[in-house]
Structure formats: structure tokens, C-alpha cells
């Protein structure tokens, strides 16, 4: 079956304890990215991937890294996370770039004490 | 900055009603708009617009695109509770295709 599938689905972290919430696509497709969506502000673009080795900064980037070794990873790093970045977090894929049509991954619902 | 604005924020319809819900846009390059439906989790694509007037259609879901009013409409005629969601739209409005605007989204209910 054509998925994202990104893990944990829900996590509860205390400041500054780095974490990964892994991402992977299994329909070769060359564009991924991280979203993040909170009330009110809707889905805001963290960073995105145009191809392995290739990354850019999205709307929100500050307090997030991320990596695209391979094709179908592409994991979200927060080196010291603080409790504004409690949020439901989005990984999503698309064959070539942002506006093909994405599928999204089931979220990752991240709670930072 | 680019800015999407989605309206109204909420509605309540009974099933079979028809409803409309609105996407208006300011940004700088517009490219196309896509259309999401968001249930519990994850939101999936429905449509994506890139000329004005020309209407996509999925079933009881169809959408249209006025450049001229910078907008764009999603119709969903004879509701049905499962149509229940949050509905996002998004302008891509960058040249190489790489960034998405969403809206704040619309959240559907429709009671039986």
C-alpha cells in the first residue's frame, strides 16, 4: 500500500531532550516535507526536501533540523525542544514538488513539557 | 507575505443540504490551489486548480477557481455525514513549485 508512515504517533518529552520523529515514503517519490498544525494557525511548512540531499527551509524552521539521506526518509530533529513546539507535526510526499498533491503521514501529536 | 483566508471557520449543515465553502488569496506569484479534506488524522488531496472558470468535479465535490476575484470555491451538494471534516486550502504561490500556503481551514459538520 502506497503510504508515509512516520513514528511515534504521540510522544510526551521534556524540554531540552533532543528527539527524532521519523518519516518514511514508500512510492519513490523525490519531494518530502514537514508540517506543523496548531489551532488557529493551520498547517504551517517547516522544512522541505526537493531530493536526497537537497533541503530547504519552510515557513517555521527555527528549532528544527532535518536530513534527506535516502530517497524515502526523511526525519525531523528537534535538538532541544521547548514547549512551543507542542504541536501536531505532519509528514507529507509528493512525486515532484509541493503542489502534485501530497500524501500526508498520520501525524505525530508532540507534547513538550 | 502570502496569506490564504478561509471562510466561515465553521458550519453546521443538516445531510442532503448543498454547502460552499470559500478560499480568497493575496500572494505574490500565484501558481495553483489545491483542496484537502482533513478527517481525524491525516488530510487527503482533492483537487488542485490552476486555471480560472474551468470547474473539477469528484462526485458530489466540485471546485472552481476565479482568478480575477483571487478565490476559489469547493461545493459539496447532498451532504452526508461522512462529508464531516475540516476542509484546508493551500496556494502554491512560488516559482519552483516548493512551498504550499494553507488557509486556517473550515470545519464541516453535517448531522443526520
Known amino acids: 500500500e502506497a503510504q508515509v508512515t512516520q513514528n511515534p504517533r504521540y510522544l510526551i518529552t521534556v524540554t531540552g531532550k533532543k528527539l527524532t520523529v521519523t518519516c518514511s515514503q514508500n512510492?519513490?517519490?523525490?519531494?518530502m516535507s514537514w508540517y506543523r498544525q496548531d489551532p488557529g494557525l493551520g498547517l504551517r511548512q517547516i522544512y522541505y526536501?526537493?531530493?536526497?540531499?537537497?533541503?530547504d527551509k519552510g515557513d517555521v524552521p527555527e528549532g528544527y533540523k532535518v536530513s534527506r539521506k535516502e530517497k524515502r526518509n526523511f526525519p525531523l530533529i528537534l535538538e532541544s525542544p521547548s514547549p512551543n513546539q507542542t504541536s501536531l507535526y505532519f509528514c507529507?510526499?509528493?512525486?515532484?514538488?509541493?503542489?502534485?498533491?501530497?500524501?500526508f503521514g498520520s501525524g505525530t501529536r508532540l507534547t513538550v513539557v | 507575505e502570502d496569506k490564504v483566508v478561509q471562510s466561515p471557520l465553521s458550519l453546521v449543515v443538516h445531510e442532503g443540504d448543498t454547502v460552499t465553502l470559500n478560499c480568497s488569496y493575496e500572494?505574490?506569484?500565484?501558481?495553483?490551489l489545491l483542496w484537502y479534506k482533513q478527517e481525524k488524522k491525516a488530510p487527503t488531496f482533492l483537487f488542485m486548480l490552476?486555471?480560472?472558470?474551468i470547474e473539477k468535479k469528484s462526485g458530489r465535490l466540485s471546485s472552481i477557481l476565479d482568478k480575477k476575484e483571487l478565490s476559489s470555491i469547493l461545493n459539496i451538494t447532498a451532504t452526508q455525514t461522512g462529508d464531516s471534516a475540516i476542509y484546508l486550502c493551500a496556494v502554491d504561490a512560488n516559482n519552483a513549485g516548493n512551498m504550499l500556503t494553507f488557509g486556517g481551514g473550515t470545519r464541516l459538520m453535517v448531522k443526520p
Open positions: 490552476t486555471s480560472s472558470g
Open positions: 507529507a510526499s509528493s512525486p515532484f514538488a509541493a503542489n502534485y498533491g501530497y500524501t
Open positions: 526536501s526537493m531530493n536526497v540531499e537537497v533541503t
Open positions: 500572494v505574490t506569484n500565484f501558481r495553483s
Open positions: 512510492m519513490n517519490h523525490e519531494y
